[in-house]
């Protein structure tokens, strides 16, 4: 019998006959490795979802926010004539109460910083994620925590205003 050929027995048992140096034959059995793994990569990491989704959140949280305060600040923008050189505070204000629409945007400021809290926590969950890659999360956690730092200082001082 051809010693790279199956035997009938040996199929039966998924074994080969393997060749040696010195010409004799032992069988040898298919898929074995004396160390599992041996030569192959390891599997791929896959990312962290929950850290895609604070990743994701920080910057949509984000854009909301500018694009909140750019329209709040061009709405107020709008009431003051600039080559009106009798300036009333007073009109500005009436102008201002003319405008519900500026009653909406303080609550979507608000809803952006509850998002920005919620992509922080969901940063801070996935980087204690195992098997998972953790860079979306480092991201995600340094964008939302900046974000709620940057809110916390402007309320911090909005309140010393008031005991100053």
Do not use: C, H
């Amino acid at each position: 019998m051809d010693n790279n050929q199956w035997n009938n027995e040996d199929s039966k048992n998924n074994t080969q006959e393997a060749n040696v140096n010195d010409g004799s034959v032992i069988p040898a059995t298919y898929g074995f490795s004396p160390v599992d793994g041996y030569g192959q990569q390891p599997p791929r990491k896959k990312q962290s979802g929950l850290g895609i989704a604070s990743f994701t959140i920080s910057l949509a949280m984000g854009a909301l926010f500018i694009v909140l305060v750019v329209v709040f600040i061009a709405k107020i923008a709008g009431t003051i004539d600039l080559y009106d050189t009798t300036y009333n505070p007073e009109d500005v204000a009436a102008e201002i109460e003319n405008m519900p629409e500026l009653a909406v945007i303080p609550f979507l400021m608000l809803g952006s910083v509850i998002g920005t809290l919620v992509g922080l926590v969901l940063g801070i969950v996935g980087l204690f994620q195992k098997e998972r890659k953790k860079v979306f999360a480092i991201l995600g956690t340094v964008f939302n925590g900046l974000a709620v730092a940057t809110v916390g200082f402007f309320v911090l001082i909005g309140l010393m205003t008031l005991f100053v």
